[in-house]
């Protein structure tokens, strides 16, 4: 199977993710990273694709590549400019999830963007992918 088309095979095969984790601050739920990656890596397995997530230059990167192939396709957001270990963390935990949620073009609900910017969220408890 072709790159292209394992990917868009996983695509067809995710299923909704419960947000389990809480954000006091905002008071919404989310799925954290580690729970979208334990729900994507069966799939990555099935379609031998792997996800990697290394901070080079200054920027989170996601790269998803094709064990046989090794065709690959990646996502990179620039950490915020601070020194503040907290908020770097907190920015590279953020932008992990989002990166992989923008590489496989899954659709999801932002909460805690949602709140911040005043907009009524809908279905609290579950991404829709």
Excluded: W
């Amino acid at each position: 199977m072709e790159f292209y088309q394992k990917l868009f095979s996983l695509q067809q095969e995710i299923e909704a993710i419960s947000k389990e984790s809480k954000n006091p601050f905002f008071k919404s739920n989310y799925a954290d990273i580690n729970q979208l990656l334990k729900h994507l890596k069966p799939l990555l397995k099935k379609y031998k694709l792997v996800i990697i997530q290394p901070i080079e230059q200054h920027e989170v990167y996601a790269i998803i590549q094709d064990v046989e192939s090794k065709e690959k396709i990646f996502s990179s957001i620039k950490l915020p400019d601070t020194n503040d270990p907290q908020k770097i963390g907190s920015a590279i935990t953020y932008y992990r999830r989002y990166n992989v949620i923008s590489l496989l073009g899954l659709e999801c609900e932002d909460d805690d963007g949602n709140i911040a910017s005043n907009r009524k969220v809908n279905n609290k408890n579950q991404y829709k992918f």
